[in-house]
């Protein structure tokens, strides 16, 4: 069985990650503990979520990260029970298809209110929490469904564009704090979730598969590993960039 890399930077840190009740946010999670991190994590998820505390002694609060004040305040409890925030995981999202005919302002709206707005918000609460330890560790998940020409999820599409442009302007604006910013762009990881809505069968995955130049179906484990590299001091001097963990699909 494949070994792999443990960071001692990471113990006692702590994390905040969105979305982290299931699919990719979960083995973030589950990422993390086994680093020894303090790791909270927040969610509307709440059966999966509470399962996800009994497997990791992780911290879970239930949280609609479209409600930025609530979002806030989730930020607040986490501080105030474990201490100041040193690593965000911006990974909460929603890739429902939709024509381009069907969008209505309120969709977009809905939409843009998942996929980017709470990662610019989340982002902004945390920085003083990094202030006061010197420094810390933002990564805003972006997809590369927006570079091929997602037509079947054209808003989803231009709000993981989006979290490209965020990602820049924060690594620079928080440079000066020792605050990194960085995004991961994840291919078609197959989480359960993918599984019944968009690859319910073993021929649908092997057909994404033979596309990667890597034969390997891709998996939430793939990108967590990518995540605690860049929440590590292995990675102290990457900023403002966006990292592809596709198996080379694009």
């Known amino acids: 069985m494949t070994e792999f890399a443990n960071y001692p930077s990471l113990a006692g840190r702590v994390v905040f990650v969105t979305g982290g009740a299931s699919g990719i946010g979960a083995d973030v999670v589950r990422a993390f503990a086994r680093c020894g991190a303090k790791v909270a994590f927040v969610d509307i998820l709440e059966a999966e ?33 474990l201490g100041p925030i040193g690593v965000l995981v911006n990974n909460a999202a929603n890739d429902d298809r939709h024509a ?32 006061e330890l010197g420094g810390g560790s933002i990564i805003n998940f972006s997809s590369i469904a927006w570079r091929g020409g997602a037509d079947n999820m054209p808003v989803y599409a231009t709000a993981k ?3 490209l442009g965020l990602t820049r302007a924060l690594g620079r604006g928080f440079g000066k704090d020792n605050i990194r910013v960085n995004a991961i762009e994840p291919g078609a990881v197959i989480t359960e979730r993918q599984k019944r809505l968009w690859f319910p069968t073993q021929e649908s995955i092997d057909a994404v598969v033979s596309r990667q130049a890597l034969k390997h179906v891709l998996l939430g484990d793939e990108i967590a590993r990518m995540v605690l590299f860049l929440a590590s001091d292995d990675s102290r001097m990457i900023t403002k960039q966006s990292i592809t963990v596709d198996g080379g699909l694009r």
């Open 100 to 131: 381009i005919d069907d969008v209505t302002e309120e969709y977009w709206d809905r939409s843009t209110d998942i996929n980017l707005k709470p990662q610019f918000f989340a982002a902004q609460a945390v920085r003083s929490h990094m202030q």
């Open 161 to 163: 564009a989006a979290v």
């Open 49 to 81: 979520g509470r399962e996800l505390v009994a497997e990791t002694g992780a911290t879970f609060l239930v949280c609609d990260i479209t409600d930025i004040t609530g979002l806030r305040a989730a930020i607040d409890v986490v501080k105030s029970r």
